[in-house]
């Protein structure tokens, strides 16, 4: 098949970029944030431990990317004490009780998100309040919390506190993320507000200046401060429950004080995976873990390595993974093997892992900001596919099909990754090969991040890393439709990665390099 080559023309072809990991035998926290990691790895250095550090660092990461994620989202976690069990964690996305099918028609054509559905009438299960699931992330860090924590709550929500007062440092990485949203943003009149001022996308003043521009959210602080001093359940009952439900459902969404009240994050033993001599680690049931680990298993029986004919059976098996995806998992189906997104990833000296991946779904979730709270709502029913009758159908009181993928692998010995990234579908094959490359290659972090990658994330179109050689284009070409592009942080085709590893004793962690924040 032909190959094409979508580079941009003007764009240098001698550009190199090149992060270095980090080693250390002290903590490490690994975010998409360089602000909020530094939160997390201050919490480190206070006596926390690395649930803390990354409960820290969620609240933290919420007001400085809200586009990504925050606490009007949800997400899944893994925790591996010293030496001991994974658990894992789930607070993923449920639709509301009232959610009612009929609402979302289909009409022609198929969506501009991220999963190319088939239209829903005014965009429904994409944008606005219909599109909101409940939001579970902070069930999930309770969870957490009471399990693994050290240090009092209020402790952890603080910083986030005084950076939803002092607002979005604005940069043109903001003006970029809020601009090429900006139609999203515009419908919702408290979305608008906060991040479009004066109606256009905020542009950082010229430094001559000597000023910074912010987005400050005060409502936003104020339901933060009540959580931190009430525990997260202010969330889900009382007051702020109350303000978020009667926001949501004036505008004409389904969420309730029931739904909030009655969420429950989920603590189980994490599922497993062999693959070679090391054992992988994930949450069981409906995310983007499940099909990471088939794929892997499906790769077992294949010679290790990493060169083009390894490469092509990756893709080989990255393609039957998600067949198997697409066709078999969904609420009330079978959900563990046949058996925009942020993650971070945390170490701390004692050797505690825990790998968090937290998300509104789409970039500006459902573009939805509740005015009384401040909240940026997700639009987790874009999770469920809108044709009536299949397998994960919208439907009420559901859990959603969601591809985030929290892992982690540990082997031989005393060696543990933690890994993930954000991406929407696009988290899948980026984490499958970087596990590739650290199992069967035996690279260290930076260089399995940094290695050429392809995103199989729609098949059978195969979008091509262009620092790949001739022969594994040749070879992919031969077998699938080839997409050659750059990677780059934007449009970013290759999701963004970042993975903590402990190995005798000795903690390293590595950023996604492309990325500016990271």
């Known amino acids: 098949m032909p190959i094409t080559d979508i580079r941009p023309p003007n764009l240098s072809r001698d550009l190199r970029v090149t992060k270095p990991a980090v080693r250390s035998d002290g903590g490490i926290v690994t975010a998409q944030n360089r602000q909020a990691?530094?939160?997390?790895?201050?919490?480190?250095?206070?006596?926390g431990s690395a649930v803390d550090a990354a409960i820290?660092?969620?609240?933290?990461?919420?007001?400085?990317?809200?586009?990504?994620?925050?606490?009007?989202?949800?997400?899944?976690?893994?925790?591996?004490?010293?030496?001991?069990?994974?658990?894992?964690?789930?607070?993923?996305?449920?639709?509301p009780a009232a959610l009612d099918p009929a609402d979302f028609p289909l009409v022609e054509g198929k969506d501009g998100d991220l999963f190319g559905w088939p239209n829903v009438f005014e965009d429904r299960n994409v944008i606005g309040p219909r599109s909101i699931c409940i939001p579970g992330l902070l069930r999930g860090l309770e969870r957490a919390h009471s399990r693994f924590g050290r240090l009092p709550w209020a402790d952890l929500v603080a910083p986030a506190i005084a950076l939803a007062e002092a607002g979005v440092f604005v940069d043109t990485h903001v003006t970029l993320w809020i601009a090429q949203d900006m139609a999203r943003i515009a419908r919702n009149p408290a979305c608008a507000a906060w991040f479009l001022p004066n109606g256009v996308p905020p542009v950082a003043p010229a430094a001559v200046s000597g000023q910074?521009?912010?987005?400050?959210?005060?409502?936003?602080?104020?339901?933060?401060?009540?959580?931190?001093?009430?525990?997260?359940?202010?969330?889900?009952t009382g007051a702020i429950a109350a303000a978020l439900a009667q926001d949501?459902?004036?505008?004409?969404?389904?969420?309730?004080?029931?739904?909030?009240?009655?969420?429950?994050?989920?603590?189980?033993?994490?599922?497993?995976?062999?693959?070679?001599?090391?054992?992988?680690?994930?949450?069981?049931?409906?995310?983007g873990g499940v099909t990471i680990a088939l794929a892997l298993r499906q790769l077992n029986g294949a010679p290790p390595g990493t060169g083009p004919h390894a490469t092509l059976a990756a893709a080989r098996a990255m393609a039957a993974a998600w067949e198997h995806r697409f066709t078999h998992l969904g609420d009330g189906a079978e959900r563990t093997l046949p058996s925009c997104t942020t993650h971070f990833s945390v170490v701390d000296r004692d050797g505690m892992a825990v790998s968090l991946t937290q998300t509104l779904l789409s970039l500006f979730g459902s573009g939805v900001v509740s005015p009384q709270t401040g909240i940026l709502l997700n639009n987790g029913v874009n999770w469920f596919d809108p044709r009536p009758g299949r397998i994960n159908a919208i439907g009420p009181g559901r859990k959603a099909l969601a591809n985030y993928a929290?892992?982690?692998?540990?082997?031989?010995?005393?060696?543990?990754?933690?890994i993930g990234g954000s991406g929407g579908r696009k988290i899948l094959p980026a984490v499958y090969q970087a596990l590739i490359h650290l199992a069967d290659a035996g690279h260290d972090l930076e260089t399995a991040i940094s290695a050429p990658r392809f995103d199989l994330s729609a098949p059978p179109t195969l979008v091509a890393d262009a620092r790949f050689d001739a022969d594994t284009l040749d070879l992919l070409a031969a077998e699938f439709p080839v997409v050659l592009t750059d990677r780059q942080e934007h449009?970013?085709?290759?999701?963004?990665?970042?993975?903590?590893?402990?190995?005798?004793?000795?903690?390293?962690?590595?950023?996604e390099p492309w990325h500016l924040w990271a």
Request: aromatic content about 4%; proline content about 8%.
């Open 212 to 236: 910074v521009l912010r987005l400050p959210n005060p409502a936003l602080a104020r339901t933060l401060r009540q959580i931190a001093s009430d525990g997260p359940g202010a969330l889900y």
């Open 56 to 95: 820290a660092t969620s609240f933290a990461i919420g007001v400085l990317e809200p586009w990504m994620s925050g606490i009007g989202g949800v997400g899944a976690l893994l925790v591996r004490p010293a030496g001991g069990p994974v658990t894992a964690i789930d607070a993923g996305a449920r639709s």
């Open 491 to 511: 449009p970013n085709s290759f999701t963004t990665l970042g993975a903590i590893r402990r190995r005798d004793g000795v903690n390293e962690g590595m950023a």
């Open 248 to 287: 949501v459902q004036a505008l004409g969404g389904y969420l309730s004080t029931e739904d909030l009240a009655g969420f429950a994050a989920t603590e189980a033993p994490a599922a497993t995976e062999p693959f070679r001599d090391r054992t992988l680690h994930l949450v069981p049931e409906l995310n």
């Open 406 to 418: 929290p892992m982690m692998m540990t082997g031989p010995g005393e060696d543990v990754v933690a």
């Open 37 to 47: 990691a530094q939160i997390g790895a201050d919490i480190l250095r206070a006596g």
